[in-house]
């Protein structure tokens, strides 16, 4: 079964720094695709970069980046240059892309981000 | 172009009753998932609909069902809901035919709260 892992509950960051929030991972597939998600306190979930178990090049999504290591099985987002709308919920997601599993999504707990001003 | 509409945004229900959620998917999109996501925690799988029959499902009792109708759009039904059916509930579609679209769309949700 996969299992996502999130271990920081909460992070604070200065505005304008940088912050890495962890993920690790648990699957014996080796088709997968690994995914982060924002939830602010309105509750829509959304997306913000995507790694693909075969890409060979970190994702970068603007101020997003995914810093994946796969012999570690770890998937930590890294968001350069905070700003105070970046404070919210994250989460940390993976998706069996095999046809026959379909697209669910295995979540971690989040981790909350507040960032100071 | 619309994305993800779910509704109602809000609901109160007494334990014992049934209640639907109803999810529109994004435009070009095929398969909608449902998702359980209680305070302070990561969403849940429930179940997945695609070509109106249910593909996937989660570790949900059978207290929850669902359909999906001919226009893509879905229902999540709850019978004799408990106070711990209280959350957040999550519509997401995405295509199915696309292997390696990873567009997952979601809404904004429907809070359930069961007292």
């Known amino acids: 079964a996969q299992k996502i892992t999130q271990t920081q509950p909460g992070m604070f960051v200065q505005e304008k720094e940088a912050v890495t929030l962890d993920c690790t991972y648990d699957t014996s597939d080796q088709s997968y695709g690994l995914f982060w998600y924002k939830q602010p306190s309105s509750g829509e979930m959304i997306f913000l970069i995507y790694q693909g178990s075969y890409d060979e090049q970190n994702a970068t999504e603007g101020r997003y980046s995914l810093n994946f290591q796969k012999a570690r099985k770890s998937a930590n987002l890294v968001i350069s240059a905070s700003q105070l709308g970046d404070s919210a919920m994250y989460f940390c997601?993976?998706?069996?892309?095999?046809?026959?599993?379909?697209?669910?999504?295995?979540f971690g707990a989040g981790t909350i981000l507040r960032v100071k001003s | 172009d619309a994305g993800v509409t779910q509704s109602p945004t809000h609901l109160i229900k007494t334990r014992g009753q049934q209640v639907t959620l109803r999810c529109s998917p994004k435009?070009?999109?095929?398969?909608v998932s449902w998702y359980q996501q209680a305070l302070g925690q990561g969403p849940q799988f429930i179940f997945q609909y695609y070509e109106e029959e249910e593909r996937q499902r989660g570790n949900f009792p059978d207290r929850f069902s669902g359909h999906q109708f001919p226009n893509y759009s879905s229902e999540l039904n709850v019978n004799a809901l408990l106070l711990g059916d209280s959350a957040l509930y999550l519509c997401?579609?995405?295509?199915?035919?696309?292997?390696?679209?990873?567009?997952?769309?979601f809404g904004s949700g429907t809070r359930l709260t069961v007292v």
């Open positions: 997601a993976m998706r069996d892309i095999s046809v026959e599993y379909g697209n669910k999504l295995v």
């Open positions: 435009s070009g999109h095929d398969t």
């Open positions: 997401a579609s995405s295509s199915l035919g696309a292997l390696m679209d990873y567009g997952y769309t």
